[in-house]
C-alpha cells in the first residue's frame, strides 16, 4: 500500500467523519449526513467536495451508483495512524475478561480458548489466538507408554507447564523392562534442554546409548528419527478460534459467496496460521485488507497483540471486516494479552 499522503486538516476531519459513520451503520456515508451529525462548520456542498479530492487520491469510493462513499484500506490506515483516539477498556469489559479468566490455573489451550471466546463476543468479532511456539521450551520428561504391540505413546513434559503427545511405530514388541530403560536413558540425556537443541544434537546426545537388551532397536528410531520426532511446530490446535457466528451475523456475510470466504478460513487454518504466526515478536501489530498476505484475506482486519511469559511466546487477537471500531478493539486485545500473560506467568 502506498504510503498516505499528507491531508489537510479539513480532509483529516472528513474523512475521520465518512469512517466513523460507516463503522457505525455499515452504509455509504454522503455529505448531508456527514454535515448532520458531525457540525464540521462548512456546508455539505464544501463536505461533497472534499470527499471528491479524497476519492482520487484513493481513500474513499463509490459503491455502484450509491451517493455516498465508502472508506478504503487506505482510509482506515490514516484514521489507525493519524486520527483515532483509543477508547480504553470499560470496567464491565475488564470485569467480563477478569471472570473468564481469572479462575483456577488452566493449561495453556484451555486459557486461549476461553480467551478467543470472550474477546469475540465483547468486540463482536472473530476472537483468535496463536498457541506458544514450543522450540524453546525445556525437556523436564518424557515418558512412553506402549498402547499396542507395534504403536509407543510419547508423552512430552515441557517448562511452564505444557504437555504435548505424539505417536511413534516401532517394528515389533518390546518389552515393559526394555521400553522402561530406553525412556531412562532418554530422560538422562535428553532432559534440561529445549526441544530445538535436542533436535539439533540428538545423534551426539544418544550416541554410545544402549539399553542392553531388545530396546536397542527403539534408540536406535529416536536417533534416526529424532529430529522429527521432537519438532511440535505442526500442531493441529496451534490456532485457537472463539466462535465464528459473532462475524456471520455482521453485514459484509450477507451473502452466501462471502460466508462460504470465511468457513473456508476459519476451517483450513493455514493461512491464519501463517499470518498469526509471524506477529509473535511484534507487539501489537494492525493489518488492514491488502495488507494482509494473500487475497483471501484481503477484505479482513487482524488486531493481534503478543505475549509473552517466560519461554512462552504467542498472540490473541480478533479478525473482522476491515469496518471494525478500531478505537475500542484495540483497547480490548491489548488489555487480553496482559492478562494471558498473568496467567502464564
Known amino acids: ?32 449526513t456527514i454535515a448532520r ?34 472508506p478504503t484500506d487506505r482510509a482506515y490506515r490514516v484514521y489507525v495512524n493519524q486520527i483515532m483516539r483509543l477508547t480504553p477498556p470499560t470496567s464491565q469489559a475488564q470485569n467480563t475478561l477478569r471472570a473468564e479468566l481469572m479462575g483456577s490455573r488452566n493449561p495453556v489451550e484451555e486459557i486461549l480458548r476461553r480467551a478467543a471466546q470472550v474477546l469475540g463476543v465483547l468486540t463482536q468479532e472473530l476472537g483468535v489466538a496463536v498457541a506458544p511456539a514450543l522450540d524453546k521450551l525445556v ?11 507395534e ?31 530406553v525412556a531412562r536413558i532418554l530422560n538422562e540425556r535428553l532432559a534440561g534442554f529445549s526441544l530445538l537443541e535436542i533436535r539439533n544434537t540428538i545423534g551426539e546426545r544418544l550416541r554410545g546409548a544402549t539399553d542392553g537388551g ?33 462475524l456471520a451475523e455482521q453485514p ?31 507487539g ?5 485488507g491488502a495488507e494482509n498476505p494473500g487475497p483471501a484475506l484481503s ?17 490473541i487477537g480478533v479478525m473482522g471486516p476491515t469496518r471494525m471500531p478500531y478505537d475500542k478493539i484495540i483497547g480490548l486485545v491489548e488489555h487480553t494479552s496482559r492478562l494471558v500473560e498473568g496467567l502464564l506467568e
Open 1 to 32: 500500500m502506498p504510503a498516505p499522503e499528507q491531508l489537510t486538516e479539513r480532509e483529516l476531519r472528513v474523512l475521520e467523519a465518512v469512517v466513523q459513520t460507516y463503522i457505525e451503520t455499515a452504509e455509504p456515508a454522503g455529505s448531508q
Open 37 to 70: 451529525r458531525y457540525g464540521l462548520g462548512v456546508s455539505p456542498a464544501t463536505i461533497r467536495n472534499t470527499m471528491s479530492e479524497l476519492e482520487d487520491k484513493g481513500y474513499l469510493f463509490h459503491p455502484h451508483t450509491s451517493a455516498g462513499r465508502i
Open 139 to 149: 525437556l523436564e520428561r518424557l515418558e512412553l507408554v506402549q498402547v499396542s504391540s
Open 151 to 181: 504403536r509407543l505413546l510419547l508423552v512430552f513434559n515441557l517448562r511452564s507447564g505444557v504437555v504435548r503427545t505424539i505417536f511413534v511405530e516401532v517394528p515389533s514388541r518390546l518389552s515393559p523392562i526394555s521400553v522402561h530403560e
Open 214 to 246: 531388545d530396546g536397542q532397536e527403539l534408540l536406535n528410531i529416536f536417533i534416526a528419527e529424532g529430529e522429527g520426532i521432537f519438532d511440535l511446530s505442526n500442531e493441529p490446535n496451534a490456532v485457537v478460534l472463539g466462535s465464528a457466528q459473532m
Open 252 to 282: 459484509e456475510f450477507a451473502s452466501n459467496s462471502r460466508m462460504r470466504d470465511l468457513l473456508r478460513l476459519t476451517e483450513g487454518r493455514d493461512l491464519l496460521k501463517q499470518a498469526l504466526a509471524e506477529r509473535r515478536a511484534q
Open 284 to 288: 501489537l501489530s494492525i493489518t488492514i
Open 299 to 315: 477484505e479482513f482486519t487482524l488486531v493481534t497483540a503478543s505475549y509473552e511469559a517466560g519461554d512462552l511466546r504467542g498472540v
